[in-house]
């Protein structure tokens, strides 16, 4: 069992930063692949970006060079880094991790915290 807790959300105005924290415990997660996924009001969930066990990293073009996840040295806990944010980035955002990264980019991660809030102000 693995239990993910995000931190870090809030408001923000477009052009700004905001990171994202979200703090894994459990067993096995550090042989994991873990990311982020975002819900925008009244829309699906979307893959955001991962992080590997091998630390490869990935993001989605919609926010790509400008979200980009990272892990501490411990591998405890993972982080969304968020520069030039825009209104359409408004949504809940999820930490998740799933064995597979292909399967977490396809929304079949195993393990989902309870999301985070960002609101973005034009």
């Known amino acids: 069992q693995v239990d993910l807790a995000e931190s870090g959300g809030g408001s923000v105005q477009a052009g700004g930063s905001m990171r994202l924290s979200c703090a894994a415990s459990?067993?096995?997660?550090?042989?994991?692949?873990m990311g982020w996924f975002r819900q925008a009001p009244g829309k699906g969930r979307e893959f955001v970006s991962f992080?590997?066990?091998?630390?490869?990293?990935r993001s989605s073009d919609s926010v790509k060079d400008r979200f980009t996840s990272s892990k501490d040295n411990d591998g405890n806990t993972l982080f969304l880094e968020m520069t030039n944010v825009k209104p359409e980035d408004t949504g809940v955002y999820f930490c998740?991790?799933?064995?597979?990264?292909?399967?977490?980019?396809?929304?079949?991660?195993?393990?989902w915290g309870r999301g985070t809030q960002v609101t973005v102000s034009s």
């Open positions: 998740v991790a799933q064995q597979g990264c292909l399967q977490l980019m396809e929304g079949r991660a195993k393990y």
């Open positions: 459990g067993d096995g997660y550090k042989e994991m692949c």
């Open positions: 992080i590997s066990r091998l630390d490869i990293t």
